[in-house]
């Protein structure tokens, strides 16, 4: 009890504590302790033997306890060096005299200096013996046979060899402790405890290089021979693959997967492995009849929470993702429900993979189109948005939204939607990569969030869908015009439509907010694309968005942040670069030419705002539509005076329609 509340531990508080430390003490030292102490017994013992023997000890010098015996009949010459036995070699014992200090620190003694051994010349022959071992060097035998660690006492016969001085001082300078005598700073005062440390670099963690063990498991897991590469694959039969996939087989589906999956990347690079789906008798069908298994699986395992499609919105995917990455992961057992789980949401993520790497051949969009793919696709995002958990983890979530975003940007310009529960499905769906908060009639003001290139990546995708399937007449815009019809009568009413609506003008810059380096190309320039399907976009909504009566309009045009501002900010700057100055004495051909993409965005920009005024403005009140939301007369003549020629009338007329300031 003296002993742990020495140590700190109150044993009122720890009745155990006393137990515990008697327990590690007997574990860790005591046999230490006795093996010490019988240590320096024994060489009490043979040092009171030499000494009762008649073999005087000399200070400073090593007596050896035995030397190998001489035969029979063979005398000793003077000068010979005896001959040693070596299984017979122990430990040899330095007495202890005054002139000697007494520094033994974990049972190695001190390395004392050599000193000239001194012959007695009245020895006579019964001390050969004696004489003999004064004749070896202290030094010699201090290196060849130092004294036993306590620990090594128990084993008999074993020799504790030492190194020699020389390699003792390089070890000693390696360490950056020269100055101190062997073993180190532990010789200086046996009672404390100086640590070994060292610096820790900064890319340090733990005392561990996690950098050099990262790049090891990449070059492991990029070298590891489980798929063939593509150019060591030979002849691939398509015809084999299809029937491997239709079988059923996990063994044959999984090696049919691998191949298809790395072809198809690899033909970005390699021509010579693209595949026509048009040839390719029923692949796609077995395809889809294969994910279909895999979603049929996983929606029968899974909670299902609502009979409305309600998905995750993409930022809040990364975010779990992320809270994934972070935590431990407990891998599950070989055929257990789990297992069969995971596997199944693998694969049908390989095949979403394998139909998006087909996407990107113009051949193969027509048939990636088909009504049989989007069913499929619809039926996959109806069960993630009402099922809890579909794909058993957040990264599998985000790897089937990132491939199913950029088969629809690339094949959405070929679809026709079949029917209006698959036009909801695929809105709902484009709706997920918005920008977070999701605009809402129901608050003070409505807000649209502004477009993040580092938070929103597949946000133009997304944006370049809306408006290819929008931009179709029939059927696409008939779904979506009854869909928001039917709007209309939902809680909160026109909830789908601002939505819609705030997705497809997020990319519009507000440049009061945002300021771009002189190196970098402008907001403009840098979105053109994005702006040209996103303002495309907004003129159709526009279109399909109701009356006056409503106000939703209204509530558009007077938005928090000032959409109406940022677009026509965004007109005028473009309209000052519309028609560029000619060039004194330059030929035609070195002459400027317009921008046909800036003409595209300056005319869809005028056409969204002309719509939206019409549908916001009371005939009976033509002050219904905000101040703030409208141009003034001074800036708006200011920006159009540049626009000189005559194919600019139509633009002015509708500019002057928005403003009010027709006649």
Known sequence: MQVAASVGFNPQQIPSAPTQIRNIYERNLLKFEEAWTMQQRTQQMKQQASGSVGMPAVPGQGVPQRIGQLPPGQHMQTGQPPQMQQPHVQTPIKQITPGMPQANVNGFSTPQPPRMNQQQPNAGPGHVRNNLSRSVDARQMSGEFPVQSPASTGKGGNISVQPPPSQQTDGAHANGTANLPFPGPFSSDPDEYAPCSREMPDHFYGGFDLESLRKLGNDLEKWRPEIPQPQELGNIDIHAL???????????????????????????????????LRACDDLVESLIDCAEEQVDLLAEKADPVSDEIDLTSYEDVIRSCRLEAMSLRKPHIFGDTDYELEHAADRLLAITTILRNFSFMEVNQGVLADEI????????????????????????????????????????????????????????????????????????????????????????????????LLARDEPNRTHYKVIFAADATASPPFELLTRTFGLAVSPIPDQNKESRPANLPSFVEARKALLMQGLLAADIIAQLAPGYESGVTRAWLSSGEGFAQNLFRLIRTLCSQAEPAPRVGGNARTQPR????????????VSTLRRLGEKARDPNNPASIPPNALPTRESLFGALQSLKSPKWTLLLNQLSTYAGLES
């Open 242 to 276: 299809t029937k491997s996939i239709q079988c059923g087989i996990h063994g044959e589906v999984r090696l049919a997967l691998d191949t298809l999956g790395s072809i198809t990347r690899a033909a970005e690079y390699m021509p010579t492995l693209s595949i026509d």
């Open 594 to 605: 317009e921008d046909m993409d800036i003409l595209y965005i300056i005319n869809c920009g």
């Open 373 to 468: 793919v989007i069913k499929f696709l619809c039926g996959v995002i109806r069960s993630l948005g009402t099922h809890e958990n579909l794909l058993r983890a957040p990264r599998n979530t985000l790897d089937f939204m990132k491939d199913v975003i950029i088969l629809l940007s690339n094949v959405a310009g070929s679809i026709e939607i079949p029917g209006r529960e698959q036009a909801l499905c695929l809105l709902q769906f484009l709706l997920a990569f918005a920008p977070s908060p999701a605009p809402s009639l129901t608050t003070e003001r409505v807000v649209f969030s502004s477009y993040e290139p580092s938070i929103h990546p597949y946000l133009p995708h997304a944006i370049d869908s809306l408006a290819k």
